[in-house]
């Protein structure tokens, strides 16, 4: 048995129990094809098997032509019916915050009046308030030193501080809800100052947030110990943070929710769950992965400039001779995606603008070479089935390090956008009271005799 992890904590009698896990628990992969499973819920394109209907996002990646063919064609992403271009271009040119808007429309199914959206972000400033004692009881008393987890168990503890914590009728779920919103910000930058006090040695200081502040700039202003941020930085976020928001029932800890939610439990352990699932770096995980491949490629090259230098480091990620040695170029490709990604194709213009205001345009120079260069290799490299495009993580944990956000809060900030979708789905899946959601799996183990416990040699 191979694996990276480091065995020196594990006894030895685990480490033999565990190879016997993996002699009896390998299935053949040709049995995948000969009983038609579509592993992953997705078939050889990469399109995912319909498991339900929703009305609050959808993604476009293929078109069908008069003949009935599928055609890849550039990405598509409505919220609500509306296509999230205009809705960024939207907010961005009346010159104000969107993720509240965002976060009414998904809740809501339309778009806020003026009033409406005030009334809302002023509720949102008022939910903004964490129990009495639970920062010192909660939060300082046993740091993590994964924000996630101490996010995770802060859901989880906030049960308790619940009076109706399993009440499901769809007023109680969307108190719970925008109360989880407001308050994920304050936990998870919370629980990085306490693991930066107590893991790294750092000052600990806690910020209240303000309550005219948006969310991103709460987010900035409780994280740095001047609170001072720019506008282009708050929006930025704000713009992350809306792109992040939501996207389709079918990705990991969206359905994940609809699984968890479907059994009939409580709001807390649903979202837990959601985080549990978003945690993971080939989900919520990956920019940091992103951000680090691209922290090894500098210190590889030498010259920037070096296309041939360049797609000879790429193709050894491929071959498994660099960075963590996994066979995969982070931030490119997608589950649905082919062509493009629409939220990579907004946020790269964005971080164009915080580029050049943090001077950095020589390292988002880099990345657009990354982002036209990688397909190239990984089509020459691999066979693929559809075609491979720069994702969303490509460039956010590009635009997370130069708003100095640190890399323990990617994932975590992630989430705390992702919030407001998952509550959709949520009270989406408590609306339409379906079936407690089970698919099937197929046994491939034959029948055997029992054997007496005498009669058993080794």
């Known amino acids: 048995m191979t694996s990276n992890y480091n065995f020196s904590n594990i006894t030895q009698e685990i480490i033999d129990y565990s190879a016997l896990c993996v002699k009896n628990g390998g299935i053949d992969p040709g049995l995948y094809t000969r009983y038609d499973v579509k592993r992953g819920l997705r078939d050889i394109n990469g399109k995912g098997v319909l498991a339900g209907l929703t009305e609050i996002s959808e993604i476009i990646s293929s078109k069908t032509d008069a003949e009935g063919n599928t055609i890849p064609c550039?990405?598509?992403?409505?919220?609500?019916?509306?296509?999230?271009?205009?809705?960024?271009?939207?907010?961005i040119e009346d010159k104000r915050f969107g993720f509240e808007e965002i976060t009414y429309l998904l809740l809501f199914g339309e778009l806020p009046d003026p009033v409406s959206l005030e009334r809302f972000c002023r509720l949102l400033a008022d939910y903004r308030k964490?129990?009495?004692?639970?920062?010192?009881?909660?939060?300082?008393?046993?740091?993590?030193?994964?924000?996630?987890?101490?996010?995770?168990?802060?859901?989880?503890?906030?049960?308790?501080?619940?009076?109706?914590?399993?009440?499901?009728?769809?007023p109680n779920v969307l108190r719970q809800s925008l109360e989880l919103i407001a308050l994920f910000p304050l936990i998870a930058v919370y629980s990085y100052q306490a693991k930066a006090y107590y893991h790294d040695g750092d000052s600990f200081f806690i910020h209240q947030p303000v309550f005219g502040y948006s969310t991103a700039e709460n987010i900035l202003h409780m994280l740095r110990p001047d609170s001072n941020f720019s506008p282009l930085e708050a929006n930025i976020l704000d713009l992350a943070l809306?792109?992040?928001?939501?996207?389709?029932?079918?990705?990991?800890?969206?359905?994940?929710?609809h699984v968890v939610t479907s059994s009939g439990t409580?709001?807390?352990?649903?979202?837990?769950?959601?985080?549990?699932?978003?945690?993971?770096?080939?989900?919520?995980?990956?920019n940091i992965k992103v951000?680090?491949?691209?922290?090894?490629?500098?210190?590889?090259?030498?010259?920037?400039?070096?296309?041939?230098?360049?797609?000879?480091?790429?193709?050894?990620?491929?071959?498994?001779?660099?960075?963590?040695?996994?066979?995969?170029?982070?931030?490119?490709?997608?589950?649905?995606?082919?062509?493009?990604?629409p939220r990579a194709a907004i946020l790269r213009k964005a971080v164009k603008k915080l580029s050049?205001?943090?001077?950095?345009?020589?390292?988002?120079?880099?990345?657009?070479?990354?982002?036209?260069?990688?397909?190239?290799?990984?089509?020459?490299?691999r066979r693929i089935y559809k075609g491979?495009?720069?994702?969303?993580?490509?460039?956010?944990?590009?635009?997370?390090?130069?708003?100095?956000?640190?890399?323990?809060?990617?994932?975590?900030?992630?989430?705390i956008?992702?919030?407001?979708?998952?509550?959709?789905?949520?009270?989406?899946?408590?609306?339409?009271?379906?079936?407690?959601?089970?698919?099937?799996?197929?046994?491939?183990?034959?029948h055997r005799d029992y054997v007496p416990l005498s009669d058993r040699n080794k």
């Not at 491929?318 to 996994?326: G, P």
């Not at 969303?392 to 640190?406: E, N, Q, T, V, W």
């Open 388 to 415: 491979v495009s720069a994702n969303i993580d490509f460039y956010s944990g590009f635009a997370y390090s130069m708003l100095a956000l640190p890399p323990e809060l990617y994932t975590p900030i992630f989430a």
């Open 417 to 446: 956008a992702r919030i407001a979708g998952w509550s959709a789905h949520r009270i989406e899946e408590l609306i339409n009271a379906g079936k407690i959601i089970r698919p099937a799996y197929r046994s491939v183990q034959g």
């Open 74 to 91: 550039d990405g598509e992403l409505y919220y609500r019916g509306y296509n999230i271009n205009d809705l960024v271009k939207g907010f």
């Open 130 to 170: 964490l129990p009495t004692t639970f920062v010192r009881d909660i939060i300082m008393k046993s740091p993590s030193d994964d924000i996630m987890n101490g996010l995770a168990r802060g859901v989880l503890t906030l049960y308790s501080y619940d009076d109706m914590p399993n009440d499901t009728s769809i």
């Open 291 to 341: 951000t680090m491949m691209f922290n090894d490629m500098k210190d590889k090259l030498s010259d920037w400039e070096d296309e041939d230098a360049i797609r000879d480091y790429l193709t050894k990620l491929l071959h498994k001779e660099a960075f963590d040695r996994s066979g995969l170029i982070y931030g490119m490709g997608h589950a649905v995606y082919s062509i493009s990604d």
């Open 266 to 286: 409580d709001t807390y352990s649903t979202i837990a769950a959601a985080l549990a699932s978003l945690k993971g770096p080939k989900h919520g995980g990956a």
């Open 242 to 257: 809306v792109l992040h928001a939501e996207h389709g029932g079918g990705n990991n800890s969206t359905f994940t929710t």
């Open 356 to 381: 050049e205001e943090k001077h950095m345009e020589k390292e988002y120079a880099f990345y657009n070479k990354i982002e036209r260069l990688a397909p190239e290799v990984i089509a020459k490299e």
